[in-house]
């Protein structure tokens, strides 16, 4: 009887997530306000590879300098591990910000110290400063009190902006809060609202799509979405460990031997809600241009020395049967090895359709880096209801966790 008051609870908590956002406060004039953006983007010889995190963080940037706060913005940049490293430096964004917004953009090459106070300080209202790489700083991914406290100490208010960053209890995202009033920002709180439509109140059928390569980072958002879903559909190489669940011949292709027995058992209790691939097209070797084979399942055990490297044809009208019926879906991870022709062919048709389902019937949310590369990459990506930037945050928040940089922005 607890056990399940408590989940009742969890549950009412969660898909309740009424978040304290900035157009709440009264009066922002004069006041700083520091905000966690996520800039953790792909840069080649300090070029943007692709801009929209930073895009999105514009309505709440452009919203404070209008109400004529001082805004300070941080974020960190890949993994430096707590040393400075040149090429992580946040200096590119900076410039980019630069040409992009009407305001200038300044940059201080650390985040936290005397040079920085006196930065914030000389801010006048409606004057924007980027803050450099807050991993460079070992406290950054320790939550550390003090390092926290020096970055709070920069401002009145701290906005969190950086949804895609909110699965880490990181100090610019978790114990900063702390110390400051904090606020969400308006893309956050939309990745929130979107993220849970998915979760509680959806209509039925509800499918997910779930491909990509490790079943390890996507096995807890498959069982809660098991839970609450008609049909989960697995592709990519995550199927492999169903297959060989199935104690079916998989040839040389990639799975995680640890989730075998997770995927038995998950198999045996899905009453059916599992859909797993039906024929595949395999190679000798994954290679751009190689020669494959669709085969059936069963067929599999007549070959040797192959890899599985996408969905078969029979598959793909199989799950587009799914995602045709469905009122709700949702996709994260391709369907093959989908940066490799001819093994795209699974991934761009199921994109298709299910883009052009979102944008149709159902609501749809896409989800995950590769994932939306793929979508933007078949310029489909205007099409879902609600494309999400976040990674590894969107997969925490779809295994039902309340994140820990969301938290603290709960009303
Ligand atoms: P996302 O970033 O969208 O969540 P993942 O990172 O989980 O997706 O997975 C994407 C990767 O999965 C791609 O690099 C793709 O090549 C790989 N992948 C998909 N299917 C297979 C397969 N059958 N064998 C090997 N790799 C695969
Ligand atoms: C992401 O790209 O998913 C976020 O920026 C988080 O990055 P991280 O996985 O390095 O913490
Ligand atoms: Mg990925």
């Not at 020096?150 to 960053?165: C, M, Q, T």
């Not at 839970?227 to 040839?251: E, P, S, T, W």
């Not at 590369?373 to 925490?396: I, N, Q, Y």
Request: contains cysteine; glycine residues 8%; positive net charge.
């Amino acid at each position: 009887m607890i056990l399940v008051l408590i989940r009742v609870y969890k549950l009412v908590f969660q898909y309740s997530m009424k978040l304290k956002t900035i157009d709440t406060l009264k009066n922002l004039k004069n006041k700083t306000v520091l905000v966690r953006v996520d800039y953790n983007v792909a840069l080649k010889h300090g070029k943007i590879l692709e801009t929209e995190r930073i895009e999105r963080s514009f309505e709440t940037i452009n919203y404070l300098v209008k109400k004529k706060a001082k805004v300070i913005l941080m974020s960190h940049l890949g993994s430096p591990e707590g040393k400075y490293v040149k090429d992580l430096s946040l200096k590119p964004i900076a410039y980019f910000l630069d040409s992009r917004g009407k305001k200038k953009v300044a940059f201080v090459n650390e985040c936290t110290g005397e040079h920085v106070k006196s930065q914030a300080k000389k801010l006048k209202p409606a004057q924007i400063l980027l803050l450099e790489n807050l991993r460079f700083n070992p406290g950054e991914e320790k939550n550390d009190l003090k390092f926290s406290r020096e970055l709070a100490s920069l401002a009145d208010i701290y906005v969190n902006e950086a949804f895609s960053v909110c699965h880490r209890a990181h100090a610019s995202v978790s114990a900063i809060t702390k110390y400051l009033p904090a606020y969400a920002g308006f893309n956050l709180a939309n990745e929130v609202e979107n993220l849970s439509k998915l979760l509680g109140g959806f209509k039925r059928p509800a499918v997910a799509i779930i491909g990509g390569v490790k079943i390890s980072t996507k096995i807890k958002v498959i069982q809660n979405l098991l839970k609450r879903y008609d049909q989960v559909l697995i592709g990519g190489a995550l199927a492999n460990n169903f297959f060989k669940a199935q104690n079916r011949n998989i040839g040389n292709s990639v799975f995680e031997k640890d989730y075998v027995a997770l995927a038995k058992n998950l198999l045996k209790n899905a009453k059916g809600k599992i859909i797993l691939p039906i024929d595949l097209r395999i190679t000798k070797k994954i290679k751009p241009g190689a020669k494959f084979v669709s085969v059936k399942l069963d067929e599999l055990k007549n070959h040797q020395n192959f890899q599985i490297a996408d969905i078969g044809p029979k598959t793909e009208n199989y799950f587009e049967s799914f995602i045709h019926r469905s009122k709700t879906l949702v996709w994260n991870g391709p369907m093959g090895v989908f940066e490799i022709e001819p093994f795209n062919h699974g991934s761009n048709y199921i994109c298709q359709k299910v883009a052009s389902h979102a944008k149709g019937p159902a609501f749809g949310v896409v989800g995950g880096g590769e994932t939306i590369a793929l979508l933007d990459r078949m310029h489909l990506k205007a099409w879902p209801d609600f494309v999400s930037t976040a990674g590894g945050a969107m997969l925490e928040f779809l295994e039902g966790k309340v994140l820990p940089g969301i938290r603290p922005l709960m009303k």
